[in-house]
């Protein structure tokens, strides 16, 4: 069920006309995806971690490498998988440690994804706000089966989510006022706290239902909504 934090029935759905989302995590379910190629991998090289500290361990590496200078995302986790390779004292070739990435093109919608996509593009116009590279997402596109009407990757930023450049270039391009736009997203850290510091309206896609957080850095900040998936959104937003 969704929960309004704050005065009931205080979000008014009328005054957004942009619904933007964070991709991986909150479409695409990304803890499956990286499992799918992490699992299997390490268990060659003798390492039988369990899938909890997989992600945990995900979860620490990857804002790390994200906070450094600028690199594509196909590089940030070549380092991450680096990292993995050090925690373990297992070696990894070029072509293993950039596995992470190819693999991406292969991660599927959760099952609500694309039917409340399909319904949200209905009433809102519809945005990607991503820490990706241009082309891992376009691979990742034709999956969610519904044309976005803008689409801001890090590589377009030059920056990772929290940054707040990443939002401010998704401003810019939907040339509206940031009343307009709700930001969605399954990562407090990333996504929600940024937002909220920027005076954005927010939904938590709190895809994990009181789960530890796994692959997504903890973070300790209120969004303005809480749903358990894109279809519950489409449900609260839409009113059916």
């Not at 990562?187 to 709190?206: F, K, T």
């Amino acid at each position: 069920m969704a929960f309004l934090f704050g005065k009931e029935n205080d979000m008014n759905w009328n005054q957004f006309e942009w619904i933007s989302f964070d991709c991986y995590g909150t479409l695409i379910d990304w803890e499956t995806g990286i499992l799918g190629y992490l699992r299997p991998l390490m268990r060659a090289k003798g390492c039988d971690a369990e899938d909890s500290r997989l992600l945990t361990l995900y979860s620490e590496f990857e804002p790390r490498e994200q906070a450094r200078s600028y690199r594509t995302y196909r590089e940030v986790l070549a380092a991450v998988m680096r990292a993995f390779a050090a925690e373990f004292s297992v070696e990894l070739t070029t072509a293993e440690a950039g596995g992470l990435a190819e693999s991406i093109s292969a991660w599927k919608p959760f099952p609500d994804t694309v039917q409340g996509l399909q319904k949200l593009k209905s009433r809102y116009r519809l945005a990607i706000l991503s820490n990706i590279d241009d082309d891992l997402f376009a691979l990742t596109a034709k999956h969610l089966e519904v044309p976005f009407d803008r689409v801001v990757t890090a590589q377009q930023a030059g920056s990772y989510k929290p940054s707040h450049r990443n939002f401010e270039l998704l401003l810019e391009r939907i040339a509206v006022p940031r009343d307009d736009l709700l930001h969605a997203a399954e990562s407090l850290y990333h996504d929600v706290a940024p937002a909220r510091e920027l005076g954005i309206a927010n939904v938590w896609v709190n895809r994990r239902q009181n789960k530890p957080a796994a692959a997504t850095r903890v973070a300790t900040v209120r969004p303005d909504l809480e749903v358990a998936s894109i279809g519950e959104l489409a449900q609260v937003a839409l009113g059916a």
